[in-house]
């Protein structure tokens, strides 16, 4: 099933949690809804799932207008971050809770429902858990229970309200290959709210980064960490140095720092922000007249494959942060407290939004 949603606005009381929101879910595809926690994500959901109602604007379900219609009526199945599960039930009867509750014309027999939960276990790799209860499980589970319930009414679309958000980290990185793994087997539209970038990335088909009840950005996840659309999806998808200064005829200068900006050959005297990420710069033992950003080794970090290293600035122009593979960093033989040099690989240069007027082009890519 196609999901489209057209020009949905919604307030509460002065605040603005949707904004002309307009976009395309397509069928088959697992999208990531992802921003901040307030951007508006978790209310798009709802309004998809019919949940919640908007002020103005439509939800399309395969081109048919769905914004009339009862939740019980949209066939969408929903993953809430707390589970959700009913305590007093065991595995088994929270599976087939759904299918029992079905009009009685529609309601399976209680053979189809007793075959249809234990694959659904199978499935989710939790067979072997039939009889237990909810408080006897692990959170992920949990969770992976009330992922088979939500599928056990046949949903044509999948809606996940940050579903490993209350997990830790290790069992949330295995879960979401896991749900990748389970959407390439289904190919149900699916779309799940986050606010952890790395998760994102790593499960979805595409992305839709939202900041403050709008759309910064919609991609693949290669498009918008290769290539943000704005400062904030630069800046939300990972770690990035800043370099503040003024952009004046095709060149950014920032201290001792310059970043070639050739669409910028006709602007003059505007502040502008060159963005690079920690990978994106290149280390190397400084020299008497080295090309490149003179800095202090001040802390290294190297567990792993790569080394952190934080940088201080000759020209006082602030720290920078540093990854280079640890078999470098071994090589290079780094001490904290001595003199490097770094130079940009690749960079991407904003006009600061109080300048944007100033000049026809917001941003220039340096590769």
Same mark, same amino acid.
């Given at each position: ?12 009381g002065? !605040? ?15 999208t ?8 508006? +994500? ?12 908007? /002020?103005?604007?439509? &939800? ?9 219609r ?8 929903f993953?809430? $971050?707390?589970?959700?599960l ?5 595995v ?9 509750? +079905? ?11 007793? /075959? +249809?939960v ?8 939790? /067979? ?8 006897q ?9 009330a ?5 056990a ?10 579903? !490993? ?6 069992v ?33 088909d ?7 009840g ?6 693949t996840?290669?498009? &918008? ?6 400062? !904030? ?45 920690p990978?994106?710069?290149d &280390? ?13 080794? $001040?802390r ?7 080394? $952190? ?19 470098? !960093?071994?090589?290079?033989?780094? +001490? ?6 770094v ?5 991407? &240069? ?18």
């Open positions: 099933m196609s999901i489209e949603v057209q020009h949905i606005n919604k307030r509460f002065n !605040f603005v949690a949707l904004n002309d929101i307009s976009l395309n879910f397509p069928a088959g595809e697992l990531a809804l992802l921003g901040p926690s307030g951007c508006g +994500k978790t209310t798009l959901l709802r309004i998809i799932a019919g949940l919640e109602s908007p /002020d103005s604007g439509s &939800v399309l379900l395969d081109g048919q207008d769905a914004s009339a009862h939740v019980r009526e949209r066939q969408v199945g993953v809430f $971050q707390h589970y959700a009913f305590k007093h039930m065991t088994f009867e929270n599976i087939a809770f759904g299918l029992r509750v +079905k009009r009685r014309s529609e309601r399976p027999s209680e053979a189809v429902i007793r /075959d +249809k234990h694959k659904l276990l199978e499935l989710v790799q939790l /067979d072997w858990l039939a009889d237990r209860y909810p408080p499980l692990s959170g992920g589970q949990r969770q992976r229970i992922l088979a319930r939500a599928l009414v046949e949903p044509r679309v999948l809606l996940l309200d940050e579903p !490993f958000g209350a997990l830790d980290a290790k949330r990185k295995e879960l979401r290959r896991w749900l990748r793994r389970l959407h390439d087997d289904l190919h149900v539209t699916s779309i799940f709210v986050t606010h952890d970038q790395e998760e994102a990335l790593e499960v979805a595409q992305i839709v980064l939202m900041n403050k709008n759309v910064e950005q919609l991609g996840p290669a498009d &918008v960490y290769n290539h943000p659309a704005s400062p !904030f999806v630069y800046g939300f998808l990972g770690n990035v140095n800043l370099f503040h200064g003024c952009v004046n005829e095709g060149v950014l200068e920032s201290g001792s720092a310059s970043f070639d900006a050739p669409d910028y050959a006709e602007t003059r005297d505007v502040k502008g922000i060159a963005y690079v990420r990978h994106d710069l &280390v190397e033992r400084y020299t008497p007249g080295a090309e490149g950003i003179a800095v202090r080794l $001040q290294a970090h190297a567990i792993g494959p790569l080394a $952190q290293l934080e940088l201080e600035r000759d020209d006082n122009h602030g720290l920078l942060e540093a990854l280079i593979s640890s078999d470098r !960093f071994t090589q290079l033989g780094l +001490k904290e407290g001595e003199m490097l040099v130079r940009p690989k690749r960079s991407r &240069v904003f006009i600061e939004p109080a300048q944007a007027g100033k000049t026809a082009s917001a941003a220039q890519e340096i590769r």
